[in-house]
């Protein structure tokens, strides 16, 4: 059995540097003190989920947040999943960036969230990401010594091409930060974790912020892991809380040899094709 223990951290946002630093180390303490080999914080941790935020908040790769972040990892020797941020290019682009660092605190992935959250609801959510954000255009897999993971955010789960792309590149975890709302939570939430993490055979994580009920978007929270057999391992409920679970890497192979999906792809008849920066 490969062992890999993931501490989901479902997390208030805390805007307030001082007090966010606090508790990144304090939480990313906790996990190391449980046994830990992975921390996973939740999408936007440290700025409102709001479009009117997200240019204030934006920071340069290499910024503050950033040092932040890859300190941490440093400091208490663990792969830090630090969530997303808003991220500002040299052309002055905003994403949704998702960065991952190893114990050393080099940055070992970004992952720019590729498909923006554009959607309108009758009588739920309406919202508008491309107003502010820039689309990512990347496949994002990464080596952490324990297997080869993927990297997604939110809205990036209900588009299957990219899940298959990121596990016909390896992934057998997939880390996925995210916050859906009280009116697509309790409808997919749970179902798209399942069906993606089957569908492809691998581990899926999805980390979310805690809920407040007083912020302008209300998260769903629930942070999830999926196993490759569908079937849900763990799930936090509403509020904050420090989520470890462990999960036996190997299952998926066992799982893909007794159901060979990745095997019986019909090539011959249909492909899937990655193609950089388009």
Not at 26 to 38: K, N, P, Q, Y
Not at 63 to 85: E, K, Q
Not at 140 to 148: L, P
Request: charged letters at 20%; one cysteine or more; aromatic letters at 8%.
């Amino acid at each position: 059995m490969t062992v890999l223990r993931i501490a989901q951290a479902q997390i208030p946002v805390y805007t307030q540097k001082q007090r966010l630093t606090e508790l990144l180390r304090e939480t990313a303490g906790r996990a190391v003190r449980g046994g830990a080999d992975l921390l996973a914080l939740p999408e936007m941790f440290c700025c409102p989920y709001d479009i009117n935020a997200f240019a204030a908040f934006a920071e340069e790769e290499g910024g503050p947040l950033w040092r932040l972040c890859s300190d941490t990892a440093r400091r208490f020797r663990i792969f830090l999943s630090a969530g997303t941020m808003p991220e500002r290019d040299s052309a002055g682009h905003i994403y949704n960036t998702a960065y991952v660092f190893a114990p050393d605190g080099s940055r070992i992935a970004r992952h720019r969230k590729m498909h923006l959250f554009d959607i309108s609801i009758a009588g739920g959510q309406h919202f508008q990401e491309s107003a502010v954000l820039t689309a990512g255009d990347e496949v994002t897999v990464f080596e952490t010594g324990h297997c080869t993971m993927g990297l997604a955010v939110c809205y990036d789960i209900r588009f299957p091409e990219l899940f298959r792309l990121m596990t016909l590149k390896g992934a057998r975890v997939i880390l996925v930060p995210a916050s859906f709302n009280m009116t697509t939570g309790p409808m997919h939430w749970e179902l798209l974790f399942r069906s993606q993490a089957v569908s492809n055979q691998v581990f899926l994580a999805g980390t979310a912020p805690a809920r407040d009920t007083g912020s302008s978007y209300v998260s769903w929270a629930h942070s999830i892991i999926t196993d490759p057999w569908g079937n849900v391992i763990s799930q936090a409920g509403e509020t904050e809380e420090l989520l470890i679970t462990q999960i036996d890497l190997s299952l998926c192979d066992r799982v893909r040899e007794q159901i060979p999906v990745l095997q019986h792809l019909r090539n011959d008849v249909y492909t899937l094709t990655e193609r950089h920066g388009s």
